[in-house]
């Protein structure tokens, strides 16, 4: 449904922003296979709440995923045996384990940054800078609408220096407009 206010032949907004998730999901994924080691999303999700909450319970995990104990813990299970992540004991509470990534998990986020933000960044370079500056203009309007309808749990991981899901910054153009 159009917004209030919109000319009926503009294009729904949610149907836009649809379209264009459905896009960046393909992007995201464009040159994951070739990273490694290979992970599922479930284990991508799993290691990026890791990092946004170092220390974090297998409970508090399975909050964040929506999932079942069990599941978390078997999810758990491969990580580790991939060397991704680590779980010991909390130090004052026995029963609890906590949950870190290792520096091959930290390694494996980091590349799989550098390949989302080569893709993006290749979209950006053939745009018009004025759109790119709607575009980061507007992405930064809809994030901070959504941020303040997400519970604790389903925000994104804080700032770790590469943004998880912002926008890439505008790229350099080149001289032939390319």
Same mark, same amino acid.
């Given at each position: 449904m159009p917004r209030p206010g919109r000319s009926g032949e503009q294009e729904d907004p949610a149907a836009v922003l649809a379209a264009a998730a459905d896009l960046l999901a393909v992007l995201h994924a464009r040159g994951q296979d070739g990273a490694a080691p290979a992970v599922s999303p479930a284990q991508l999700r799993a290691l990026l709440a890791v990092e946004g909450a170092e220390g974090i319970n297998l409970r508090a995990l399975g909050e964040v995923l929506g999932s079942r104990p069990p599941s978390v813990t078997r999810l758990c299970d491969r990580l580790e045996a991939m060397g991704l992540l680590t779980r010991s004991p909390h130090p004052l509470r026995r029963r609890?384990?906590?949950?870190?990534?290792?520096?091959?998990?930290? *390694?494996? !986020?980091?590349?799989? +940054?550098?390949?989302?933000?080569?893709? %993006? $960044?290749?979209?950006?370079?053939?745009?018009?800078?004025?759109?790119?500056?709607?575009?980061? *203009?507007? !992405?930064?309007?809809? +994030?901070?609408?959504?941020?303040?309808? %997400? $519970?604790?749990?389903d925000a994104p991981p804080a700032d770790t220096g590469a943004p998880a899901e912002a926008?890439?910054?505008?790229?350099? +153009?080149?001289?032939?407009g390319a």
């Open positions: 609890e384990v906590e949950l870190r990534l290792t520096p091959g998990g930290r *390694a494996l !986020l980091d590349e799989r +940054r550098v390949i989302r933000l080569r893709e %993006l $960044s290749a979209v950006l370079g053939r745009m018009a800078p004025e759109a790119v500056d709607a575009l980061v *203009a507007g !992405l930064t309007a809809f +994030r901070e609408a959504a941020a303040a309808s %997400l $519970s604790p749990a926008p890439a910054p505008a790229p350099a +153009r080149l001289a032939d």
